[in-house]
């Protein structure tokens, strides 16, 4: 979460006044309105304003659900490896309570920022939350945004009106312990919630954390998502890492409404509510969320909108106990040049100067830059005017800067979507070194779960001769050591301690595990890493 945004949801604590959020450009610091009767354009042409997006007085009582206990035959469209149609899509014009509500890490495990959606504003839009179910004897102020999207000349209309998004910030929360909130909004009452505070960094606390990517809102992505839930009635997990293509919202199907772009956003915001709304749920852009030259034409705003992140929420880090997590994102440079490039560096540099109190270090991505399924293969980043069909910038450092900084800084864990499938490989420095066990790992193990709801890659079709093949065909590298393209599923990972973590893949539909491996990992390495960058500041000090 920038710095500004924090300090915008901490005064909200104390001010009574609603404040909308509009952004002019995603790679900017937004700037702050008062919210008025009045709809104000921004340079993007979105509007925002305040008041109600219906005549609630009018409505009929309106009640959206998502079929998570339907079985495979009950959607439409399911034919592995195709998704299906997407789900029936929610109203938010018509929804008054709070929903679509979701938490997210800010890196202080005194905090948890929160968002949620309603079809309206009152004069006071908060978040009550304390120790105890029947104390809840905090409060955070919420800032509200709204935006307008697609002007339709012939109707003289916009295609869509957001609801308004709240953001709030829970702060003086205690590290590690289970805390409940309930959000009083529009004047609505959401249930009491409950969810688990972030561990201090050092605590010896094990963590659990889901891992997805691409999920969308198909039939295959709500049984996904039932699967998950029912996990957490069984276990306690404190985050979700969910790395790229979130909801497709700007990818046409043929089962959407025509212009139904956002109501996609909406959609799955309250199909992932059930998890979101209990745990941290960190993502990072994937090429349908921010890709402006490429397949997508997404410019990050409507991502921007839609979601809390540290940072400048594109590329990020933040720490949950004993586990530091880095998210880059994947349609930028990272060479040693560049903003992220630099950054990043110094995110690892400072990670492994932390070593003991963070004995786990993970990225986070959308593509992955190891792959060996067919379909997009390894992320080699973009050459200036490449023969795309559109002018393209350059986008470099991942064959070259990025790779070897992972390595050097003893990344452990590598967690990945964008390939539609499941892939891990084993601990590598590079496809021509690698080692064969799991035990004091030495390199980054790279994990891919690419199949938690859109369409699968089983299958390519050679452009020349017109032959269907198996996105694995002809292509088996010795640094995979377990692939599936023909299951949707999650992931999970448990870290036992500073040493040991517990990686396990979850077929959809399935109550065990097809994959469990257990990941030891070498402390020595890091360890000399660490000492040696301390001696070395210390040196230069003294020299100086």
Known sequence: MNSLRILVLTTA?????????????????????LLSPDFAEDS????????????????EEYIYEVPYSWTKDEFTGIDMPSCGDEIEQIDVSRVKKPHQIRLSFTGDPKEMAITWVTNGVSHHEKVRYGLLESNL?????????????????????????????????????VPGRIHYYKIESNGEESAVVKFIAAPEPGSATPLSFFHVGDVGTFGTSVMVTNDMMERMNEKQFHGMIHCGDISYANKFNHSRPDKAEQKVWDTWGQMVEPLGSKLGYMVVPGNHELDIYD?????GTIYSKRFIMPGNERYFSFGVGMVYFVAVSTDESIDANSTQGAWFKNVLTEANENREQYPWLVVYQHRP?????????????????????????????????????IVEHNVDLMLMGHVHHYERTWPMKNPETWEESYENTKYPVHITCGHSGKHLYKWYTNRTSGEKFDTYSFNDPGWVAS????????????????TTVEHRMYRMNEKTPTERVVITRSISSSKILSASTALISTLLLLLH
């Open 369 to 405: 830059i190891y792959n060996s399924n067919k379909k997009h293969q390894n992320w080699e980043g973009r050459e200036f005017n490449t023969s795309s069909r559109y002018v393209n910038p350059e986008i470099i450092g991942w064959t070259d800067n990025f790779p070897y900084l």
């Open 13 to 33: 604590l104390l001010l009574s006044t609603t404040l909308s959020v509009s952004w002019e450009d995603p790679y900017k610091v937004p700037k702050l309105e």
């Open 137 to 173: 004897n905090f409060e955070a102020l919420s800032i509200s945004h709204q935006y307008k999207w697609h002007w339709n000349n012939e109707t003289n209309d916009w295609e869509y009106t957001s609801g308004f998004i709240h953001e709030a910030l829970m702060i003086n929360l």
């Open 483 to 498: 692939r599936s393209n023909g299951y949707w599923g999650h992931c999970e990972l448990d870290f036992i301690d500073k």
């Open 44 to 59: 993007d042409g979105f509007q925002y304003g305040a008041g109600l997006l219906n005549d609630q007085d009018e409505e």
């Open 295 to 299: 397949s997508t034409h997404e410019n």
